[in-house]
């Protein structure tokens, strides 16, 4: 109630209501008295009278004065339909009857039956012209279809290297990473560190199941050797992911994720073999690697050989994470 609508509200409240007028206490203005109109024109046309002469007045205003109705001042003047009608049948005499057909009773209509079949004649031409416009649309239609359906049926060697449509992978630059001549390549981070690169590997891995092609994942966070791998191919540190095709260098995930936006993505797959296994690996259950047979994942065995004394010294066959790769799913 403090804003301006309150207040309003509250002054509307304190104001004391005004009773209902009596007619006694009304002052009226006093009416002017009442002069028949008969009277009034009657002085009007003394004035002109006198003002003009007596010459000018008609007899005949004068004469039918008494004979108007008192309906007020302003009046319309009536004037006599007698010359009208009379003009009106003058003119009704010359038109010539025998220009109109009298109806035939008999008939199952009253219109003229040239004028019916005049307009039946026109209706059947605006038929035909628009069953020529509907089987016009229709056979487009149809040629349309058909030519998407030659179009999706075309083999797909008729899409290969040509003149007309080069390799697609042409245009990009050639670094070509161990075993990935012919296959597709892809490096990735397990590491849930910089979640704007986790995320991106997670964006490739999925474009490219999605496609189903088969390719092989070298995460560089599992295996130290794929990162130098990696830097080695690229000429300097790079942040995976990373795609590499046919021994074509596609880029990270901002490219490839453009690449498929522009509809260009796929024919750059185009012969990759299609991944057909089903479900993940049974020797590393997706992981891409496995403990180490001869540490058993300690990276340390004991040396008996050539007088060792029982030493602990490093296993020789697995990485810093006493992993191997998977010979069962990954590339040798």
Known sequence: MNSVKGKFLK???????????????????????LIPI?????????????????????????????????????????????????AFCDQRSEIDV?????????????????????????????????????????????????????????PPSKLRKTEENPNPLLKFPEKCPPGGSESVILYTTGLRGVRKTFEDCQRVRFLLENFGVLFFERDVSMHTEYRDELWRVLGGRAVPPRL???????????????????????????????????????????????????CNGSTKIVDDDDGGGGESVKCGGCNENGLIVCPMCSLS
Do not use: W
Not at 11 to 33: A, Q, S
Not at 114 to 141: G, P, S
Not at 262 to 281: H, K, N, T, Y
């Open 11 to 33: 002054k509307l409240k304190t104001m004391k209501t005004i009773g209902y007028l009596k007619p006694e206490n009304v002052l009226l203005p006093p009416k002017p008295p």
């Open 38 to 86: 008969q009277v009034q024109e009657r002085k009007i046309l003394e004035t002109r009278a006198q003002e003009k002469g007596p010459e000018m007045i008609e007899d005949a205003e004068m004469e039918n004065l008494d004979d108007k109705e008192n309906i007020g001042p302003n009046r319309p003047k009536v004037t006599s339909l007698k010359p009208k009608i009379e």
């Open 98 to 154: 025998s220009s109109f057909r009298r109806p035939d009773l008999d008939s199952f209509t009253l219109f003229d039956p040239n004028l019916l079949a005049a307009f039946e004649q026109a209706v059947m031409a605006v038929k035909a012209q628009e069953a020529e416009r509907m089987a016009m649309i229709e056979e487009t239609i149809e040629q349309i279809i058909k030519e998407e359906e030659e179009e999706s049926q075309e």
């Open 244 to 294: 590499f095709i046919r021994g074509r260098y596609i880029g990270a995930a901002e490219e490839v994720v453009a690449l498929h936006e522009q509809g260009r993505f796929r024919a750059l797959l185009e012969g990759i073999p299609v991944d057909d296994s089903r479900g993940q690996c049974d020797g590393c259950g997706g992981v891409r690697f496995v403990m180490c047979f001869r």
